[in-house]
């Protein structure tokens, strides 16, 4: 009996050895069921381990022998005995299963003529985290006393490795994330934010950097959708030629084809030399479409072309000429809306859309603002040549509540001002001069987004009157785009009174 044990301890430590190098969590699992089953000689077998999602909190990881996977009380001679083993954490030995009256109503007993069972838990320390089970038809007696011990420890020793492999497991994704947040650091230093929602923007942004698959971004004015453009074509492999942007709402109609598409001496009056366009200039580069849902139907489907054939032709030429460029747009409009109302075309759409990445808004990122206030605020006193700056509490909640109607650009312009404009070393919410909004205009029923944004944009021109450069700086958005807005809602006010 004494070098029966110094056996079995011999094993066991031999066992220990090895399962505690595996740490991947189902590979330990299936050398646990493999070395439990080799050394008593079990003909079938299976491991289950806690599992919240499913039925009794436990579920079959690893099995073998077994006809194909089933919930983890249909593999088991008897159910209640499992279930015994879970809830008391007690090992169940039987010599003789066959005769044993706790596998009475056992159909799969008498149907496989199973004869010895035996089942133990997997403990750590109080905790029963899952269980071994195994089962013989050659011989009755297969399993006795002394196997039940050997297996009762093994199973200790496997619970404890199985708890290492988990950590290790939740280590590894925790420095895969922290990578991964580093990465994102080191690739775009100006884009800052760690809310969930940011996080999958830029994941995406990731993952198209090292390709030339057209990217549509969406999202609201002020969102950052030039900074991504300009952080995608600046990590990619086109980083060290041209990324030309291209505002397509800042435009006049009548000179946007002659911009975008160049000119041939001649081609109209005025036209005294030849002139590349803006595409041409994109050459070997990127080429950033801005605004690309403000751009004339008449000259969508010529841009169809230049993305379908890769070439162009100037105005007034006869002959193409190849193009090789990637191609990143960007919106503030429900295209799939402007495609309905018949404002944008849809094979255009799909061509641009390969992948499209969302920003959020600011208000759908709270959890960012403190981290971009603390940015902006550096950033501000060294272009400035301020003294290092604390923002008050009241402040601070101030900041949080607002909408943030113009986004990013709106927060930085408020921070940014406040910055030049404070005197002392602390922010104020008095030094904010934040665009006040009352319930009533920001819950007022039955207004759209549109009507709501011109009523904003007309409310601000009147406060500030009728200055645009303040206007825009008020509502966190760029020159251009006031000035494209207010000859939109005047060219719908000439229909409207013709």
Same mark, same amino acid.
């Given at each position: 009996?004494?070098?029966?044990?110094?056996?079995?301890?011999?094993?066991?430590?031999?066992?220990?050895?090895?399962?505690?190098?595996?740490?991947?969590?189902?590979?330990?699992?299936?050398?646990?069921?493999?070395?439990?089953?080799?050394?008593?000689?079990?003909?079938?077998?299976?491991?289950?381990?806690?599992?919240?999602?499913?039925?009794?909190?436990?579920?079959?990881?690893?099995?073998?022998?077994?006809?194909?996977? #089933?919930?983890?009380?249909?593999?088991?001679?008897?159910?209640?005995?499992?279930?015994?083993?879970?809830?008391?954490?007690?090992?169940?030995?039987?010599?003789?299963?066959?005769?044993?009256?706790?596998?009475?109503?056992?159909?799969?007993?008498?149907?496989?003529?199973?004869?010895?069972?035996?089942? %133990?838990?997997?403990?750590?320390?109080?905790?029963?985290?899952?269980?071994?089970?195994?089962?013989?038809?050659?011989?009755?007696?297969?399993?006795?006393?002394?196997?039940?011990?050997?297996?009762?420890?093994?199973?200790?020793?496997?619970? %404890?490795?199985?708890?290492?492999?988990?950590?290790?497991?939740?280590?590894?994704?925790?420095?895969?994330?922290?990578?991964?947040?580093?990465?994102?650091?080191?690739?775009?230093?100006?884009?800052?934010?760690?809310?969930?929602?940011?996080?999958?923007?830029?994941?995406?942004?990731?993952?198209?950097?090292?390709?030339?698959?057209?990217?549509?971004?969406?999202?609201?004015?002020?969102?950052? #959708?030039?900074?991504?453009?300009?952080?995608?074509?600046?990590?990619?492999?086109?980083?060290?030629?041209?990324?030309?942007?291209?505002?397509?709402?800042?435009?006049?109609?009548?000179?946007?084809?002659?911009?975008?598409?160049?000119?041939?001496?001649?081609?109209?009056?005025?036209?005294?030399?030849?002139?590349?366009?803006?595409?041409?200039?994109?050459?070997?580069?990127?080429?950033?479409?801005?605004?690309?849902?403000?751009?004339?139907?008449?000259?969508?489907?010529?841009?169809?072309?230049?993305?379908?054939?890769?070439?162009?032709?100037?105005?007034?030429?006869?002959?193409?000429? #190849?193009?090789?460029?990637?191609?990143?747009?960007?919106?503030?409009?429900?295209?799939?809306?402007?495609?309905?109302?018949?404002?944008?075309?849809?094979?255009?759409?799909?061509?641009?859309?390969?992948?499209?990445?969302?920003?959020?808004?600011?208000?759908?990122?709270?959890?960012?603002?403190?981290?971009?206030?603390?940015?902006?605020?550096?950033?501000?006193?060294?272009?400035?040549?301020?003294?290092?700056?604390?923002?008050?509490?009241?402040?601070?909640?101030?900041?949080?509540?607002?909408?943030?109607?113009?986004?990013?650009?709106?927060?930085?312009?408020?921070?940014?001002?406040? %910055?030049?404009?404070?005197?002392?070393?602390?922010?104020?919410?008095?030094?904010? #001069?934040?665009?006040?909004?009352?319930?009533?205009?920001?819950?007022?029923?039955?207004?759209?987004?549109?009507?709501?944004?011109?009523?904003?944009?007309?409310?601000?021109?009147?406060?500030?009157?009728?200055?645009?450069?303040?206007?825009?700086?008020?509502?966190?958005?760029?020159?251009?785009?006031?000035?494209?807005?207010?000859?939109?809602?005047?060219?719908?006010?000439?229909?409207?009174?013709?």
């Amino acid at each position: 009996m004494a070098e029966e044990s110094k056996d079995d301890f011999t094993v066991l430590y031999e066992i220990t050895q090895k399962i505690n190098s595996i740490l991947d969590e189902q590979d330990l699992l299936e050398k646990v069921l493999e070395i439990a089953m080799a050394h008593l000689d079990a003909e079938r077998g299976y491991v289950l381990t806690s599992d919240e999602s499913s039925p009794g909190g436990f579920a079959v990881v690893v099995f073998k022998n077994f006809n194909a996977r #089933k919930d983890a009380t249909e593999y088991a001679a008897s159910s209640s005995v499992i279930k015994k083993v879970l809830d008391s954490g007690e090992p169940v030995l039987a010599f003789d299963a066959l005769s044993d009256e706790r596998f009475e109503a056992s159909r799969s007993i008498l149907a496989q003529r199973i004869l010895s069972v035996i089942c %133990v838990p997997m403990r750590l320390q109080e905790k029963i985290t899952g269980a071994i089970y195994l089962d013989s038809t050659r011989s009755r007696g297969k399993f006795n006393t002394e196997t039940m011990k050997f297996l009762s420890v093994f199973g200790s020793l496997a619970a %404890v490795a199985l708890e290492n492999a988990k950590e290790y497991g939740h280590l590894r994704n925790e420095n895969t994330r922290l990578k991964n947040e580093i990465s994102s650091v080191r690739l775009f230093p100006g884009i800052i934010g760690r809310s969930k929602a940011w996080k999958m923007a830029l994941d995406l942004v990731q993952r198209v950097i090292d390709t030339d698959v057209s990217v549509l971004i969406t999202g609201e004015s002020g969102t950052g #959708k030039e900074l991504i453009a300009r952080a995608i074509h600046g990590q990619g492999r086109r980083k060290d030629r041209a990324f030309m942007a291209i505002n397509c709402s800042a435009i006049p109609e009548q000179l946007l084809e002659s911009e975008l598409f160049g000119y041939k001496r001649g081609a109209f009056t005025g036209a005294n030399v030849d002139k590349k366009g803006l595409i041409e200039y994109a050459e070997g580069g990127t080429l950033f479409l801005d605004e690309v849902g403000d751009l004339p139907v008449s000259l969508q489907a010529k841009l169809l072309r230049v993305l379908q054939e890769r070439e162009i032709r100037r105005l007034g030429d006869g002959e193409s000429k #190849k193009v090789d460029m990637r191609v990143i747009s960007a919106t503030n409009k429900d295209l799939r809306e402007e495609i309905k109302n018949g404002r944008f075309r849809e094979d255009l759409y799909f061509r641009l859309n390969i992948v499209e990445i969302h920003l959020p808004p600011l208000r759908d990122r709270v959890e960012d603002i403190t981290v971009l206030i603390d940015y902006f605020m550096k950033k501000a006193c060294e272009v400035h040549g301020r003294q290092a700056k604390k923002i008050s509490a009241d402040a601070m909640s101030r900041l949080l509540k607002h909408p943030w109607y113009g986004n990013v650009r709106e927060l930085q312009n408020s921070v940014e001002r406040a %910055v030049v404009l404070s005197r002392g070393e602390e922010l104020t919410e008095a030094d904010l #001069k934040l665009q006040e909004y009352s319930e009533e205009e920001l819950l007022q029923s039955g207004l759209t987004l549109e009507a709501f944004e011109r009523k904003l944009v007309e409310k601000t021109l009147a406060e500030t009157g009728s200055n645009r450069t303040r206007t825009a700086e008020k509502l966190g958005v760029s020159l251009r785009w006031l000035q494209y807005r207010l000859k939109e809602w005047g060219s719908q006010k000439d229909q409207q009174d013709g």
